[in-house]
């Protein structure tokens, strides 16, 4: 399968490496074309879950890179991994450039799909969402990857991109999640990220929050929060797995957090990694003001609320020329709770 990335983030590096390691022709999108990375390549530091005993490597990605999006391409995927702020931006892009290509949006998304299917048209775009993660710094993308990856047409139909997409993930060695319910499941767990990373921020430390039952417990009760504005919206957040365990005893799901972050070093990097301070506070406050016109109660998570723009000292580059996408997370019907947290 012929594939255009757009953009070098961390979530578009990580799956291009993937994807031309198991034998696809991958280029990059790029604005502009970085000479370094023209020359010397992506150096990737990288926890691959999929072999959870295996060490970290260091690899040399050598991404290809061009300037230009063309209908005349003839690419078979265009995989978007977008921060959800830049989508707006990208869908006149890839309406004037994909040609027949299909569109993977892989990332997160907290509207509605009326101003992609406005650019786009219904039929030409489908989502998916990433189980990896991490952060540029000291020359390196130093990421970790989960062994799945989570994917839906809109409508929940079985349609042959879909297969011929998830035929793609599974010969990266990456399981696939299949969602019929694709923009419930999305915005459920853009709610889950808000109540984890307004926890994670107070905390002043991703370790620290990790190895605290009282701070985990505090992000149960945000997400608990932060799923009422879901609630709000329509969705029943009960019915989608990926939300049932943070309607447990806090104190339980805290403790049981807390046990899946120590065993699985993938899973406790990816949150450990992000350096994109700006966008995770971007998630939390785009929750939050949601509430607030809503009228959701969400004393927690005001109480969580970080001072904006704050930067963590040491940050990276944290996406790419166009693009970034990140998550970090629990979740039961998968490999563990963590990735409902990821």
């Known amino acids: 399968m012929r594939v255009c990335v757009i953009g070098t983030g961390v979530i578009g590096t990580i799956y291009g490496h993937l994807m031309t390691d198991a034998g696809h022709p991958v280029v990059h999108y790029v604005r502009g074309i970085d000479p370094v990375i023209a020359q010397d390549g992506i150096r990737i530091r990288l926890l691959d879950g999929r072999m959870p005993a295996a060490p970290e490597q260091e690899v040399r990605y050598r991404a290809r890179l061009v300037k230009s999006l063309d209908p005349d391409d003839g690419y078979d995927l265009i995989l978007a991994s977008v921060r959800h702020t830049q989508l707006s931006a990208l869908v006149p892009v890839l309406a004037a450039g994909a040609g027949k290509a299909d569109v993977l949006f892989f990332n997160n998304l907290w509207t509605g799909l009326g101003p992609i299917e406005a650019g786009l048209g219904r039929e030409r775009y489908l989502w ?13 993308l ?10 839906g047409e809109r409508d929940g139909r079985g349609t042959d991109r879909l297969a011929r997409i998830l035929a793609l993930f ?8 299949l969602h019929t319910d694709m923009l419930p499941w999305l915005w459920t767990h853009f709610a889950i990220e808000a109540g984890v990373i307004g926890a994670a921020i107070k905390a002043g430390d991703p370790s620290v929050f990790l190895d605290s039952t009282d701070w985990l417990e505090q992000a149960v009760l945000a997400v608990r929060e932060a799923l009422t504005i879901v609630q709000a919206r329509g969705v029943d957040c009960t019915a989608i797995v990926d939300a049932q365990p943070f309607f447990g005893p806090p104190e339980a799901v805290a403790a049981a957090i807390r046990e899946q972050y120590r065993v699985d070093r993938a899973a406790r990097k990816i949150m450990e990694r992000h350096t994109a301070h700006d966008e995770l506070q971007r998630i939390f406050f785009d929750v939050v003001e949601t509430g607030r016109e809503l009228k959701v109660e969400m ?37 563990s709770m963590t990735e409902v947290m990821i």
Do not use: Q
């Not at 599974?170 to 999640?177: E, F, K, Q, S, Y």
């Not at 998570?301 to 790419?320: D, F, I, M, N, Q």
């Open 128 to 140: 998916g969402f990433p189980v990896a993660g991490g952060g540029f710094r000291d020359g390196f």
């Open 170 to 177: 599974d010969g990266c060695g990456l399981a696939v999640t």
């Open 299 to 335: 004393p927690v998570l005001t109480a969580l609320a970080p001072v904006r723009g704050r930067a963590r000292a040491g940050e990276g580059r944290g996406g790419s020329r166009l693009t970034d996408a990140d998550g970090g997370l629990p979740r039961p019907r998968y490999a």
């Open 142 to 151: 130093d990421a970790a990857l989960l062994g799945d990856v989570h994917l």
